[in-house]
């Protein structure tokens, strides 16, 4: 008996040594955490650092402090957290446009192995594709049949080496469809370019297109998410109406390449934190109609790296419109 109590001390006091060694290399955060942002304050990037931001703050009782470094596709702002010290103390708020895209399109030659992944702390589940009343363009199915029948007769706008352009890309592949693909320039220039009858079709977030979808100005034709977002309205997916065409944006949080791996899964459990707080959902709810989502460190691995293999296959003709 007097073994089996020693046994069970001795593993208890083990466990607790464990514990507080793992508590004292996890003092983490110790001072503000600079975020690195990779496009410019006012988007729907941006406005997800900030959020997080504020709730991090809330829960550590440290700053993290938004530095916006937009320009080259978010290269600029890559390439700054590259150059940072692996201390924990700055990290990279990113997505796929920018972490698998411009790889893709041949902008970077940095990978997913690039930085240390921590988490995937949102995801844009908001884009719809919308056509213009002129158009003609009422369904899905409308604008596959025009575009087989008379390929390039439908004008999609996007920015060329983009996300949306690859977006654009995969629904051909997907459909075997042809699409004219056009300079249109960023979201405000595609919605003016849609009311003015320049171009057809375009990826647009629903909340830009929502006031013209409803009085009838523009047909909100699908949304390419794995499950209808509900605060789209009556928007269907894709894969419900026979087109398995799935491309949603991830949020990314990533650190410098050589970051302490506890720093690491600790900031991925304070975002998962985050994500639990009604607060917090209710701002993504009503500022970008974005439910709530978040996948830790291996499965964000997992994803991304599933994604980088999709789009690869579009690698050729997404350079060569550059």
Known sequence: MKKAISASLVSALLATAVSSAFAAETEWPTRPVQVVVIANAGGDTDFNARTMAKYFTKLTGKAMVITNVAGGGGTLAAEQVKQADPDGNTILFTHTGQMIVNEVAGLTEDSLDAFDICCIAGVDKGTVFVASKSSGLKTLE?????????????????????????????????????????????????????????????????????????????????????????????????????????????????????????????????????????????????????????????????????????????????????
């Open 142 to 322: 409308d604008l596959i049949s025009k575009s087989k029948a008379e390929p390039s007769s439908v004008t999609y706008g996007t920015e060329m080496g983009s996300y949306s352009h690859l977006q654009g890309l995969m629904f051909e592949g997907l459909t075997d469809t042809k699409l004219k693909m056009v300079d249109a320039g960023t979201v405000s220039e595609k919605v003016v370019a849609l009311l003015g009858d320049r171009i057809d079709l375009a990826a647009i977030s629903y909340g830009s297109v929502q006031d013209y979808v409803t009085s009838g100005e523009m047909v909100a034709l699908g949304q390419p998410n794995e499950e209808r977002n509900p605060l789209l309205g009556d928007v269907p997916t894709f894969k419900e109406q026979g087109v398995d065409f799935v491309m949603e944006k991830p949020y990314i949080v990533a650190f410098p390449d050589g970051t302490d791996p506890a720093i690491i899964e600790k900031m991925s459990g304070i975002v998962k934190q985050i994500t639990e707080m009604p607060a917090y959902e209710e701002e993504l709810r009503k500022t970008f109609k974005q439910p709530v989502s978040y996948f830790d460190t291996n499965q964000s691995i997992d994803r991304l790296t599933n994604t980088r293999e999709d789009f690869m296959k579009y690698k050729d003709e997404l350079r060569q419109s550059k």
